[in-house]
């Protein structure tokens, strides 16, 4: 397991952010930032006949309600790599992340589903925009409230500011986040070996 995943696991549950279905990168409570979610000690199991070797792929957490994980996975010759499996119902992206750091700065933007790479070129948005009551807060001050907490251990443990867009989480190419904020790369080794 990588230590950027591990330290997270345990700030999580020094921060009380643990209860029985894993731990969160905020309070649990908080609607608005609880898709992103680590595994417990029950993880998801591949549906039967899905993949060639299940136990290549590994489930860390949720990077979305809709059933989008964040995972290990280790390619033809054993080495190991953090991947992003969409759940074909919500996000289509099956991509190899650049690093592990990568995935804590992506979590760290606000995105209320981080798995919906079509958004990561720009800064999230709010779903309910001029639906508030007034003095009501809004869902990204709810938000970047809620990460606060999250966001100064990523800078304190890690040295990383906060980046204001997914592209900027993944330290992306603008050739490169073109690909990304589509389908993924076509050539990703990720992607090759679902498909085989």
Known sequence: MPEEFLSLADWSEQQGYVVSSGGYIADPAIHETADIRLHGGHRPDWPAGYLKDPSRLFAVGNTGGDGSEFCLWLDDNGVQHVVHHGSGSGSIL????????????????GYFTPAFNEEWAAAPLDPWAGEYEEGEA???????AGLAPYRA?????????????????????PAEAELW?????????FYRWLSE
């Open 181 to 189: 904020t589509l389908d993924g790369p076509a050539d990703d080794p």
């Open 138 to 144: 809004t869902f990204n001050q709810v938000v970047d």
């Open 153 to 173: 251990w990523l800078h304190d443990r890690w040295g990383e500011p906060t980046p204001a867009t997914g592209i900027e989480a993944l330290r992306l190419s």
């Open 94 to 109: 099956w991509a190899t992340f650049p690093s592990p750091g990568c995935v804590l700065r992506l979590f760290a933007v």
